[in-house]
């Protein structure tokens, strides 16, 4: 099959692990290479592109700032290496960001954040309003309080929640390997790169290796594992090197890649999982004017429901009725059942003297919205 260009994408995400962004014998970043791969976004970026980062090496920075012996370190260790390293390299990304006049926002998030709709739907509203506002966020697990138990413990598996949490059509991992391998070329020298990646079947999964550096906690297979969360996700996602300099030109010039392709796309991905793999919690009766609203592709304003019911929590599924019961879809909820009892009917901007709060406008995004049968995904 065809490769894509990198060019065709308009939502990129690209995680840099901690080997190639510390140099592990100075303990400092390695500064040109850097400069190179963020002239290379500053072009994406001035394309039209929103270019997310996922960002590894606050441990690594943590270590040389501290001045900490080589050699593995306690959890609690590595916790207060984060917590100086974490300074240390949101300083280093907003400076270099800021040089081609891009602002950068600093994320850091943990197993729960992606997992829990909750905490999943503010994170992802941060991130929107970031690209929004054309800053480029940088994002990072946070070590300093995520523990061994509710950790994602390498970055490729994060980025990938990342990507699909943030609707990217492109996950681009640059590692100090240029691509998936027939086998591990450190111990077949004749194993053959594997250019596009259609479906990730068992012998796929067979082809990976383990870690290859100290400073690294994943290796090819949690990229295999990143591949299937980004393109179940409706992600396209490649494997590239990282380790020569302007590495995203490279990949838009037609350079040595893994892609590993995905038939569906962010939107049609996450609608059908609203869809069909959420139980619903509650309802929401709305008006006929919301449900022409509705179908005119808007969001699900708080004037428009006039009943709610059922027990549940903001980021839960909702099935939303029009006035004759009959459903017209379902959606994820901005608010708890209480505060959209007390909010419905009134305009949004009644949101904030009712509640004392400044909650969101709408009840339910767009985004977080399938209209039609249930199980059938609208065209956007």
């Known amino acids: 099959m065809k490769r894509p260009a990198l060019k065709n994408f308009r939502r990129i995400v690209v995680k840099v692990g901690s080997s190639l962004l510390v140099d592990s014998q100075a303990g400092e970043v390695h500064a040109s290479w850097l400069a190179a791969l ?68 600093q994320i850091l998030v943990t197993l729960q954040d992606t997992e829990e709709r909750r905490r999943y739907l503010n994170a992802r509203s941060t991130i929107a309003k970031l690209l929004e506002w054309g800053a480029v ?17 390498d970055n490729d598996r994060l980025a990938a929640r990342v990507a699909t949490m943030a609707s990217a059509d492109l996950l681009i991992l640059l590692s100090d390997i240029d691509g998936l391998y027939t086998a591990p070329p450190a111990v077949d020298p004749g194993a053959k790169l594997i250019p596009v990646v259609e479906s990730i079947t068992s012998e796929i ?38 380790k020569i300099e302007h590495p995203l030109q490279a990949i838009a010039d037609g350079g040595r890649c893994t892609w590993f392709l995905t038939p569906a796309n962010p939107v049609t991905a996450r609608k059908r999982w609203i869809a069909g793999s959420l139980e619903p919690k509650g309802t929401l009766t709305i008006d006929a004017g919301a449900v022409a609203a509705l179908r005119a592709g808007k969001s699900l304003l708080p004037a428009g429901v006039v009943r709610v019911d059922g027990q549940f929590a903001r980021g839960d599924a909702v099935v939303v009725r029009g006035p004759d019961t009959h459903e017209i879809g379902r959606g994820l909820v901005a608010y708890d059942a209480e505060n959209a009892e007390k ?5 949004s901007p009644d949101v904030m003297t009712i509640l004392g709060i400044s909650g969101r406008s709408e009840m339910i995004h767009r985004d977080d919205l399938v209209i039609g049968p249930v199980g059938t995904i609208p065209a956007k």
Do not use: F
């Open 137 to 153: 966020p940088v994002i990072n697990e946070n070590d300093t309080v995520a523990t061994t138990e509710i950790r994602y413990g």
């Open 38 to 105: 963020v002239e290379d976004i500053a072009k994406l970026h001035k394309r039209g592109c929103e270019v997310m980062v996922v960002s590894s090496g606050s441990i690594a920075l943590g270590r040389s700032r501290l001045k900490l012996p080589r050699g593995p370190l306690k959890l609690e260790e590595s916790q207060a290496a984060a917590a100086v390293g974490q300074i240390a390299l949101a300083r280093i990304w907003s400076e270099v960001l800021g040089h081609h006049g891009i602002g950068a926002g």
């Open 205 to 242: 999964e067979g082809m990976a290796g383990s870690a290859g550096s100290e400073l690294s906690r994943g290796g090819m297979t949690t990229k295999i594992e990143a591949a299937k969360i980004a393109t179940t996700a409706g992600t396209h996602m490649l494997i590239a090197s990282g």
């Open 343 to 347: 909010i419905k009917g009134r305009s």
